[in-house]
């Protein structure tokens, strides 16, 4: 069975950061396109990254490009998003997705003061 | 850069009719990288079609995709209780990858 577990959201404050974590399991990780989609509360989907097979595509949202950096380690089954200062704008539930068929269940991101 | 409208926001509609729901592109795109999702609330959305008009696994065939060039519709053909949702459509071919800003489907 294909799952993908989200971790490292929380609390942080304005101009802080945070290390978001996407564990893959039941399927071969290393072959499969990944991307982060956020979701605010009470609103829409919004894409914000994505990410190759082998890393050597990356693209962001305008939203967040130069802020976050999206990441994988095939090894370890597992995606990553870096996000540096964070603003309030960013709180939203964050999904990781292979390609665009399988969806985590999300973590919550909150920035706040 | 593409942008998705869809249409109607919102669909206020009884189990067993019809829902058709719009989705339409700022400029042409390729048929192959369009996608349909539901979302329920406190979920995680749900792929239901992609390349337009192929459905997901486990999808029933209530559910169908159509369309071209800047103009795509998701069909639902007799709406099940289970079926009122927020549905979404992507375009998920390089960058951005864009949703639209949804549909939801109610119970009328």
């Avoid at chain 1, 870096?82 to 919550?108: F, K, P, S």
């Avoid at chain 2, 400029?27 to 992609?50: D, E, F, N």
Wanted: glycine share 10%; hydrophobic share 30%; proline share 5%.
């Amino acid at each position: 069975e294909v799952q993908l577990v989200e971790s490292g959201g929380g609390l942080v404050q304005p101009g802080g950061s945070l290390r978001l974590s996407c564990a893959g399991s039941g399927f071969t990780f290393g072959t499969y396109e990944m991307n982060w989609v956020r979701q605010a509360p009470g609103k829409g989907l919004e894409w914000i990254s994505y990410i190759s097979v082998s890393a050597d595509y990356i693209y962001y949202a305008d939203s967040v490009r130069g802020r976050f950096t999206i990441s994988r380690d095939n090894a370890k089954n597992s995606l990553f998003l870096q996000m540096n200062n964070l603003r309030a704008e960013d709180t939203a539930v964050y999904y990781c997705a292979r390609w665009i068929d399988y969806w985590g269940q999300g973590t919550l991101v909150t920035v706040s003061s | 850069e593409i942008v998705l409208t869809q249409s109607p926001g919102t669909l206020s509609l009884s189990p067993g009719e019809r829902a058709t729901l719009s989705c339409r592109a700022s400029q042409s795109v390729s048929s192959t990288y369009l996608g349909w999702y539901q979302q329920k609330p406190g979920q995680a959305p749900r792929l239901l079609i992609y390349g337009a008009s192929s459905r997901a696994t486990g999808i029933p065939d209530r559910f169908s995709g159509s369309g071209s060039g800047t103009d795509f519709t998701l069909t639902i053909s007799r709406l099940e209780p289970e079926d009122f949702a927020v549905y979404y459509c992507q375009h998920y071919l390089n960058s951005p990858r864009p949703f639209g800003q949804g549909t939801k489907v109610e119970i009328k």
